[in-house]
């Protein structure tokens, strides 16, 4: 005798592509909704840096006579090159050191058991936990007893290690198969070999996503530079943006434009790293 | 702590200096450094002063000047860290609401303690008696006025045109301008009036104005007792609140109320004189912008009060207190002024360039809208400086309670601002 449930079945077979392609086209509706959500502020703010000054604040979808005089004055106002110069070597050199002081000691971390090492790593975490603004004078006392005021020295010194990278790769690491690496050992490898030879490879995905929040939080810092920094030439761009408003009135034509500049090498790393984030959000996802 | 150490070392070296008076020129090369606050913003501020820098050192080969861009809500706190850090600091772009800390607390120097009497009157001649009062505490001058505007009712003459106001006749009072909002708020959809009075970066500068137009004041004048309490105060507060109340005003945002203006939305806006440049590039092609005098309560004579900044010199070094008050010189000098004024948009404290063709004659016939400004200017009610190193406290918490009684739900405006002067007066020094 045939049960409600075999009764039904053979229905539910006809009715399943129809309704996977309806969830299907709902679902992409949904998605190409959202993206468009997400990406219409970058589009404003393209168009709004395409409008002449007194056409700013108009609603229509593209301006009725778009230039590119907002880049042009943005560019001449600000030492906008050399701003952007400035914020990718720092974030590039933040971006390096810190990954370097993050491997080194996650691995430590993650392969040694030494006495202390747990009061060690909660130490390092609650470091996470002071806002930067409480350290940031005497850090400032600091580079100008050492004679880096105004240097782009200056700008990376303090952020050479960092808990949140430290306690990432550690984790990442302590869950790397111990297989392998005592596959290596048996080899012959040396730590030193294990580590940049079969881990970090091996973490690409996590390493690449780190690399980029890294990045971009060095990209968007301000208030460091803003107390260290005398003068544009040794600034960054996230300074030259704010330079562009005032309490006499925003210029939002050319602060658009610079935006639009600051934001595109921002966009070309993302789009270069693309498939190792995805990558290591799959395998997070997955894990 | 670190305040009272660093007012207790600048005392001592300010006790040191006032014995001594500064070289007559400027014979070793020396560089000073410039904090100032419209190297900050790009464009014209930026522009005019590297402009004047570059006049400056041109004629005076031995200095060389290093400006220092800060924003003007953060120069306090910078010199605090540079100086404890030991960074020279030699001249200041100082808003004036921060005078009376940098006197008692950042080392400002009193002129009168380094420059011969001679000199100092010398220069002095020419410039409006009410500007140079700004900078003076306890008789001594601490700062040098220098960029300057008062609070202008700037409006919109196409709206007014629309609602059938005559554009000729903007509203010289708080009564009429009530009038003038309630027939633009029946009609249409725009919004009657904004006002720069309340915000973050206000502090008391405007409402110093409006309190002073009717008579009272927010602190006494030896800045020992605050009396926003007062009925005077009070009877100008309830009448923001009546405004707000009937619809003709809304508690925005500085960006909101600027770019409500700029973009035709606003009929009337009362703000500094500085943002004129703001409002012309937005008018322009799309409506006629005017600007009126700051209204007055009834009959009682307008004073506006002034925004903008000092020139406060904080160098310990004779040679560099010679180099920074030439460059003090300049920067107020006829010429400075005609700089100031028409590449950055603030007022000339020399009132004579105003017609002399050789400076900003030409200028002014082509820029009616600096008229009410300057017009306003023998009347003008000096900011008075809030005491301490409590001062922002002390303002924040007076200009919320002022803000919580003309927009809050209570209407009990006298027990608001009494409940307040209570709480600021135990915060003065």
Known sequence: MMTDAAKLSPMRTRRAPALASWDTAVGHALMIFVSLLCVFPIYWMIVTSLRPSNAIFSTNLWPDAASLDNYAYALQAVPMTRMLTNTFLVSLAVTLVQLLTGILAGYAFARWRFRGSAILFGAIALTWLVPLQVVMIPNYLLVARLGMIDTLGALILPHIASAFAIMLLAQSMRSFPTEVVEAARMDGATHWEILWQVIVPNLRGTIASLAILIFITTWNEYFWPLLLTRSTENSVVQIGLQMFISSEGTQWGPLMAASTMASLPILLIYLLLQRQVIASFMKSGLR | ?429
């Open chain 2, 1 to 429: 702590m670190k305040t009272s150490l660093i007012a207790l070392a600048f005392a001592t070296s300010a006790t040191m200096t006032s014995a001594q008076t500064i070289p007559e020129s400027v014979t070793e090369p020396v560089t000073i450094t410039f904090y100032n606050y419209n190297l900050a913003s790009a464009g014209n501020g930026a522009d005019a002063t590297n402009k004047m820098i570059a006049e400056f050192e041109a004629a005076n080969p031995n200095v060389t000047v290093k400006g220092v861009p800060v924003p003007p809500q953060d120069i306090a706190t910078r010199l605090q860290a540079d100086l404890v850090a030991g960074q020279p600091i030699d001249l200041v772009q100082m808003p004036f609401a921060a005078l009376g800390f940098a006197a008692e607390n950042l080392g400002a120097v009193a002129l009168e303690d380094i420059v011969s009497e001679a000199e100092l009157a010398g220069h002095f001649e020419g410039m409006v008696p009410n500007g140079l009062e700004l900078g003076k505490l306890d008789g001594k001058t601490y700062g040098l006025a220098y960029t300057f505007s008062t609070p202008v009712l700037f409006y919109n003459a196409d709206i007014f045109r629309e609602v059938g106001l005559d554009p000729e006749n903007p509203p010289a009072t708080w009564e009429a301008l009530k009038a003038a909002g309630d027939q633009i708020k029946a009609t249409t959809d725009y919004l009657p009036l904004a006002t720069g009075i309340y915000g973050p970066t206000a502090l008391d500068w405007l409402m110093q104005g409006v309190i002073a137009s009717n008579g009272g004041a927010v602190i006494n004048a030896d800045r020992t007792k605050m009396t926003f309490a007062e009925p005077e105060a009070i009877e100008a507060v309830e009448m923001l609140r009546s405004l707000a109340q009937a619809g003709i005003t809304r508690n925005l945002g500085i960006t909101a109320q600027m770019e409500g203006m700029a973009a035709g939305n606003t009929a009337m806006y009362l703000q500094t004189s500085a943002i004129q440049g703001y409002l012309v590039k937005g008018a322009e092609d799309n409506f006629e912008l005017r600007a009126a005098a700051m209204p007055a309560f009834g009959d009682k004579p307008v004073k506006p009060s002034n925004s903008g900044s000092a020139l406060s010199l904080h160098s310990t070094d004779p040679a560099k207190q010679r180099a920074a008050w030439e460059l003090m010189k300049f920067l107020t000098s006829k010429r400075g002024y005609t700089i100031i004024t028409s590449e950055i948009g603030y007022l000339p404290l020399r009132p004579e360039i105003v017609e002399d063709p050789e400076y900003l004659g030409e200028w002014v016939k082509d820029h009616p809208l600096l008229q009410p400004n300057l017009a306003q200017l023998k009347n003008l009610a000096p900011y008075v400086p809030l005491p301490g190193p409590n001062y922002l406290q002390i303002g924040i918490s007076m200009m919320d309670a002022m803000e919580m009684a003309t927009f809050g739900e209570d209407d009990d405006v006298k027990a608001t601002l009494t409940e307040a002067q209570e709480r600021t007066q135990r915060l003065m020094p």
